[in-house]
């Protein structure tokens, strides 16, 4: 039973299934994560030409992202309650039956955007930057898949906005972190179209959710968070990565001059590899596999923040002058 007898709603009953046929059900959390997702997507091709991507640029690369983050959450999971499935490895794979980690996702989401940027010749913060609004927007939304299965609320209180929960009155942290999430993805929405460099977005957006999951996470009550010994997990990674956002933005920001072609300047590279290998291949000439999946340069120090070129040969970049502006 829930409620939130300050609002003077009572409590009711929430059925988690939408629908059953045989032994096979729909659940709603299920519902909830791919109306998230799809929005997401949507979002994320609608603004691609932005952030000088393609539609398809952003479905190719959610086709390896979004089963491999699935994999990651569960693997994070399962990590930090190893004491519990070493007793039995067979529950590893039961994922519907819960147990999944958002910082896991995202960890594995990363990877995969960087690997895929890294052989398609993407630029990885570009890719990155509208990916994060994507990820707030399913966070957002995804959130009240855990109000239907009854999950995260926090400790006891007396707040007019209470959540109760079978008997209990406790903080809805559903509800924070859906309305974190979702002003983050406001802000950072608009804030998008001022950016300096390409990384600046996932930047904002791991200090943004470091934050309020650091924050939120210390009301939760230690039975509902992944414990490292008396340390709660999501709290130390929340904050520890927003701090080392931070000082990653101060230093683009304060100590790095950005050119605002430099947002754009990795597409002519890319052009220029793409032209370069199709002429080798109607002139019969072998394009070796260093030459098609060449690994994009990076400009040292910062990865994120920095531009992939594309990897071409030396010489056969356009100069600035050539490069259309954004």
């Known amino acids: 039973m829930i409620g939130f007898p300050g609002l003077g709603i ?29 929005l997401a997507a949507l979002y994320v091709c609608k603004r691609a030409p932005a952030f000088n991507l393609t539609a398809d640029d952003m479905i190719d690369m959610l086709i390896f992202a979004v089963p491999l ?14 004491d519990y499935y070493k007793e039995d490895l067979s ?24 690997l895929f940027c890294w052989v398609k010749h993407i630029s990885v913060g570009a890719m990155l930057d509208l990916g994060a609004l ?8 995804g959130r009240w898949g855990n109000f239907v299965n009854l999950e995260v609320f926090g400790t006891e209180t007396k707040l007019p906005w209470r959540m109760s929960v079978n008997g209990s009155e406790v903080h ?15 802000l950072l929405h608009f804030l998008s179209r001022k950016r300096k460099f390409n990384g ?40 520890v990565s927003c701090v080392i956002a931070l000082a990653i933005l101060l230093y683009q920001l304060v100590f790095k001059t950005h050119d605002p072609e430099d947002l754009s300047a990795w597409v002519t590279a890319r052009e ?14 072998a394009v070796s596999v260093e030459e098609s999946e060449e690994p994009a340069v990076c400009d040292g120090a910062s990865d994120i923040g920095d531009d992939m070129t594309g990897g071409l040969p030396e010489g056969e970049a356009e100069s600035p002058e050539e490069t259309e502006k954004e």
């Open 200 to 239: 600046q977005i996932m930047l904002l957006y791991v200090a943004w959710y470091g934050l309020g999951r650091g924050a939120l996470e210390g009301m939760r009550t230690s039975e509902y968070s992944l414990m490292l010994g008396t340390l709660r997990v999501s709290q130390l990674v929340g904050f």
């Open 69 to 82: 983050a699935i994999i990651g959450a569960r693997l994070y999971y399962v990590a930090f309650n190893w």
């Open 10 to 38: 009572p409590e009711f009953k929430i059925d988690g299934i939408v629908f059953s046929i045989g032994g096979f059900s729909i659940h709603w959390y299920g519902v909830i994560i791919a109306l998230g997702f799809f």
């Open 91 to 114: 529950q590893i794979v039961r994922i519907w039956d819960g147990g999944i980690a958002i910082y896991g996702a995202v960890i594995f989401a990363v990877i995969t955007c960087v």
């Open 134 to 141: 994507g990820l707030l927007i399913g966070q957002a939304i």
């Open 272 to 285: 220029s590899w793409i032209e370069s290998n199709m002429k080798k291949q109607a002139a019969g000439v």
């Open 172 to 186: 809805p942290l559903f509800l924070y972190e859906s309305l974190w999430n979702a002003l983050g993805f406001v």
